[in-house]
């Protein structure tokens, strides 16, 4: 199995700019989590789905932020306009019901200057 | 609600030394409880989980007892190496059943540096 897989693995824009984050969660599993990692805020969840449907998005900063869950296989986590202070690292995790446990991608470190 | 304290780091040993990293939580229900490793630069990865009292999880030689009664699930290992540098994420998962099955909580995470 390949994992989770997320893209880019880097990214490098600046204010203001679209940043659009891509992950593909493992085949079967129907849940999948949005985090964000920095140094003051530690692992934070942004927003998770189940079977495709948004569950809880209360950690979501802001209306900047928005993520889809088109089909089972795909989301993205966009950014815009994107400002400084959402330079971190953006981390996708996915599980299936039956197992609970969380896989992490590799994750995208993000700059924005 | 839930929540996850673990114990403050950075924890700095020497090779083969015994560690131990706290964690306690609070949570309705049973949930199930989790270790996770971060090495530098990469995603988290599951360590080893329990998900009843009394179970003990391990793996790599480490070691977690999940203990109702105090609500801990401590992390152990009787020898650890310079490859163990980490960051290490205690977490629980949400009782079954309940619309946030599946969600984890999170400690904010322990820094782990062994030394030769």
């Known amino acids: 199995d390949a994992g989770v897989i997320q893209s880019p693995r880097h990214e490098v824009t600046e204010m203001g700019q679209e940043v659009t984050l891509r992950c593909k969660p493992i085949s079967g599993h129907n849940s999948l989590f949005w985090y964000r990692q920095t140094m003051m805020r530690g692992l934070e969840l942004l927003i998770y789905?189940?079977?495709?449907?948004?569950?809880?998005d209360s950690g979501m900063p802001e209306d900047r932020f928005s993520a889809k869950m088109p089909n089972a296989s795909f989301s993205t986590l966009k950014i815009q306009p994107s400002e400084p202070r959402d330079s971190a690292v953006y981390f996708c995790a996915s599980s299936s019901r039956r197992l609970e446990t969380q896989y992490f991608g590799p994750g995208t470190r993000l700059l924005v200057l | 609600g839930n929540s996850v304290t673990q114990m403050e780091g950075p924890v700095t040993l020497s090779e083969e030394a015994f560690l131990t990293i706290n964690c306690t939580y609070t949570a309705t229900g049973y949930p199930s409880l989790f270790w996770y490793v971060q090495y530098p630069g990469e995603g988290l990865q599951l360590l080893l989980k329990a998900t009843k009292a009394d179970d003990k999880g391990s793996n790599k030689g480490f070691e977690a007892t999940y203990r109702k009664e105090t609500t801990s699930f401590h992390l152990e290992k009787g020898s650890v190496q310079v490859s163990d540098s980490a960051v290490y994420f205690c977490?629980?998962?949400?009782?079954?059943?309940?619309?946030?099955?599946?969600?984890?909580?999170f400690g904010q995470g322990t820094i782990l540096t062994v030394h030769p």
């Open positions: 977490a629980l998962s949400a009782p079954t059943g309940g619309t946030s099955y599946g969600k984890l909580t």
């Open positions: 789905f189940n079977n495709n449907v948004p569950i809880d």
